[in-house]
């Protein structure tokens, strides 16, 4: 398995889930953060969502159950496959403190090896907020004087 398909199989499941669990390293775990201001209240910023990572374990089988079906390899298989590869990520990071998962993000550790991630600033996993760009409200104010 390589890199870049975990992150594939990873971007896919968290469009549809809010976590999506790498055994025995941690979840991958989404939410929505509403329109907001900035720019001093005149720019609002479309919803997005947000990826992030934890350390805490999740027990979905989503990613084995994604790469069973793919593959045509049995679930147990694929739970094995999946694991050894997340162990393997996981002694990269401690040695090398960053793992970079292709269109996705940046999988960091600290001296510490507290994990983190870092998304891709283009990374688009929130279908409803497709297309939806920033609003800039300094062009209006300026209109109506």
């Given at each position: ?68 079906k ?47 991630f ?19 409200l ?8």
């Open positions: 398995m390589e890199i870049a398909l975990l992150a594939d199989m990873v971007k896919e499941l968290i469009l549809d889930n809010e976590e999506v669990a790498l055994p025995g390293l941690g979840t991958f775990v989404t939410e929505v953060v509403p329109a907001s201001f900035s720019d001093r209240g005149y720019t609002i910023n479309p919803p997005y969502r947000r990826l992030s990572f934890r350390e805490r374990q999740g027990s979905d089988d989503k990613l084995a159950q994604l790469y069973s793919a593959n045509g390899t049995d679930l147990e298989t694929s739970r094995k496959i999946i694991s050894g590869f997340a162990a393997g990520v996981k002694g990269d990071l401690t040695k090398k403190k960053a793992v970079v998962f292709p269109g996705l993000g940046r999988l960091r550790a600290t001296k510490e090896n507290a994990f983190f870092i998304p891709d600033e283009d990374l688009e996993i929130f279908p409803y907020g497709f297309g939806l760009q920033p609003v800039s300094k062009m209006a104010c300026s209109l109506s004087h």
